[in-house]
Nanobody
Framework: QVQLEESGGGLVQAGDSLRLSCALS????????MGWFRQAPGKEREFVAS?????????????LKGRFTISRDTMSRDNIKTTVILQMNMLKPEDTAVYYC?????????????????WGQGTQVTVLS
C-alpha cells in the first residue's frame, strides 16, 4: 500500500521559513518523480515544485523560484521510506494554503495534477502578515 506522510506545516509570520517533509512508502522510488502542490481557499490547486528521483532534476512554479527548494533524502535509513523536502523561505501571506505531496510514476509527464498517481492528506501552512 502506497503511503505519503506529510509533516512540517504550521502557523508562521511573514518572512519566516518552514520545512515540509513527505515520507513515501510502499512504492519503489526509482523512475518516479515527487512533487508538491498547494491549494489556497477558494482557489484551484497549483503546482509548486517537483524532483525526478533518479536524476535529481527539479522544477518550480516560476514565481516561487529562489524562495522554495525541493530536495530528496537519498540516505534512507531503512530503505523502506524515502523522503522529499520542501524548504520554504521568506514566506508571504499569499503562500497560505494546504500543501500536498504527490508521486508521479510517469516521470516524463508535465507537472499537472492529473499526471500524479498518489497524494498525501495535505498539511496546512498559514502565513500571517
Amino acid at each position: 500500500q502506497v503511503q505519503l506522510e506529510e509533516s512540517g506545516g504550521g502557523l508562521v509570520q511573514a518572512g519566516d521559513s518552514l520545512r515540509l517533509s513527505c515520507a513515501l512508502s510502499g512504492l519503489p522510488f526509482n523512475n518516479i518523480k515527487m512533487g508538491w502542490f498547494r491549494q489556497a481557499p477558494g482557489k484551484e490547486r497549483e503546482f509548486v515544485a517537483s524532483i525526478n528521483w533518479n536524476s535529481g532534476d527539479t522544477a518550480y512554479k516560476d514565481s516561487l523560484k529562489g524562495r522554495f527548494t525541493i530536495s530528496r533524502d537519498t540516505m534512507s535509513r531503512d530503505n523502506i521510506k524515502t523522503t522529499v523536502i520542501l524548504q520554504m523561505n521568506m514566506l508571504k501571506p499569499e503562500d497560505t494554503a494546504v500543501y500536498y505531496c504527490a508521486v508521479c510514476r510517469r516521470w516524463w509527464l508535465a507537472d499537472t495534477g492529473g499526471a500524479y498517481d498518489y497524494w498525501g492528506q495535505g498539511t496546512q501552512v498559514t502565513v500571517l502578515s
